[in-house]
């Protein structure tokens, strides 16, 4: 379908995930910036377990080996931990509440694939969606701009902005900066898959607009990531090959400029600088990763368990004695008193816990994810498809250095875009409808 089409009304998937947005911004609001893991989120996904049920039941056959990759690294995990327990955290709750937090993403997904597949009505769910987005994004700029122009280092509730190379990061009305970088990157991305849909100038302001804010946030991998997206975006014009050409050294040439002639330059070298060159032994991340190999090798290849290392049970839970073992206790944010930066990597804590078969199932159950979206879009390089394909491409770059599949705000967005990104592949082969009923025909993404 192209054109303006009228949209129908709120489906249930688009309906679901914009309450939780809204949700989830009251909420981050009321709390001061709640960043991580709150009781409404736990509430939320609490009860989305039925609609996951019915949908891992009725749909999760075509699209199994993401559930049974998923139960590879929770058993590496559990069984791991009654064979190799490191100890200082309590067993086996701590393994069983951290699997029950990892689950918490295929929890979403299965649940917005009911939904879906229930309500069958096409790209109205992502539009809807992304419309969200970009309103969220729209109020949030305005106090990103008051953090910059007006807040002289402090955000809106007087709190301390970080600095970064002589700039503030701003917090915005999400009160933290990264969650307000995310609203904005994805508020972003939304705006452009609207002018992917319809190309129009008042689009394209939006676009220039939010980018602009975004890259305010100062923050290199979610740069990259948008970079990337962007890159997709443009190669992607269906049919206009002239356009490619034309238009990527370009992009490439404004892309290397901004990072050369701008202080988005300074971000990624500070950023390299800090975390590869210097400082090694001193930043948690960086303690983190390099311990965490060592943790593989030592327990291979179930590795040292769930909720021992980089996870939350691991210092909510009592504290892992592997913190003191490679002096993980002395940096910075990992220690007992100060454990705020524990949690702040993602694939280091799958290879430490689950070890090295664990850590490849939890990536076979991504790919099997991802494939999926970039044949879709390369098949019909559609606004929605390019959307679905760019969320998730985000979420693996910056995951590289953060924990996006297990952030409040990022997990229900990506478990939104996989889940419509999979019905349209699965969907277009018949392969759901063989296994249950849909009450509408299926977008199959010829939206240009």
């Known amino acids: 379908m192209s054109g303006r089409g009228r949209r129908g009304p709120l489906d249930l998937a688009a309906l679901a995930f914009i309450l939780y947005l809204l949700v989830r911004w009251v909420f981050a609001i009321g709390v001061r910036g709640a960043y991580g893991s ?36 929770a058993m590496a995990g559990l069984l791991s931990v009654l064979l190799n327990d490191p100890g200082g955290v309590s067993q086996p709750m701590g393994a069983l509440w951290d699997i029950a937090l990892d689950t918490k993403p295929l929890i979403f997904l299965f649940a917005f694939l009911y939904l879906f597949m229930r309500s069958g009505r096409g790209e109205d769910s992502i539009a809807h969606a992304t419309n969200a987005l970009i309103v969220v994004a729209l109020i949030n700029s305005l106090f990103v701009w008051r953090d910059i122009v007006l807040g002289g280092g402090y955000g809106l509730t007087g709190i301390r902005l970080v600095a970064r190379l002589g700039f503030y990061q701003p917090q915005g009305l999400m009160l933290h900066h990264l969650e307000s970088c995310y609203v904005t990157m994805f508020g972003a991305l939304a705006a452009m898959y609207r002018v992917k849909r319809y190309w129009t100038m008042p689009g394209l302001a939006l676009v220039a ?22 890159i997709l975006f443009i190669i992607g014009r269906k049919n206009k090959p002239p356009v490619w050409v034309l238009l990527l050294p370009v992009a490439l040439l404004i892309a290397g400029g901004v990072v050369a002639f701008t202080p988005v330059g300074d971000v990624f070298a500070a950023q390299f600088q800090n975390y590869v060159i210097d400082n090694t032994d001193k930043q948690a991340r960086t303690v983190l990763t390099s311990s965490s190999f060592e943790i593989a090798d030592r327990y291979f290849p179930l590795g040292s368990g769930a909720g021992t290392f980089a996870s939350p049970p691991s210092f909510q839970m009592g504290y892992s004695h592997l913190y003191y073992e490679f002096g993980i206790n002395r940096v910075w944010g990992g220690s007992p008193e100060n454990p705020n930066y524990l949690t702040d990597v993602f694939w280091p804590k799958l290879l430490a816990q689950a070890g090295y078969l664990g850590f490849a199932a939890f990536l076979v159950m991504l790919l099997a994810i991802l494939f999926p979206l970039l044949r879709q879009y390369l098949r019909w390089r559609d606004a929605a498809s390019w959307f679905c394909l760019s969320v998730n491409l985000s979420m693996l770059v910056m995951s590289i250095a953060s924990t996006p599949y297990t ?37 199959r993404g010829r939206t240009a």
């Open 209 to 230: 607009y939010l980018a602009l804010v975004f890259f305010l946030h100062l923050s290199a991998k979610e740069m990259f990531a948008f970079i990337l997206c962007a």
């Open 38 to 73: 709150t009781p409404m989120d736990e509430i939320f996904a609490a009860l989305m377990i039925v609609p996951a049920a019915v949908g891992l039941f009725r749909y999760g056959r075509p699209i199994a080996i993401i559930p049974v990759a998923f139960l590879i690294y």
């Open 407 to 443: 952030q409040e705000f990022l997990t229900p967005l990506w478990a939104f875009a996989s889940a419509y990104g999979l019905m349209l592949w699965y969907g277009q082969k018949g392969a759901f409808h063989r296994q249950g009923n849909s009450r509408g025909p299926l977008d």
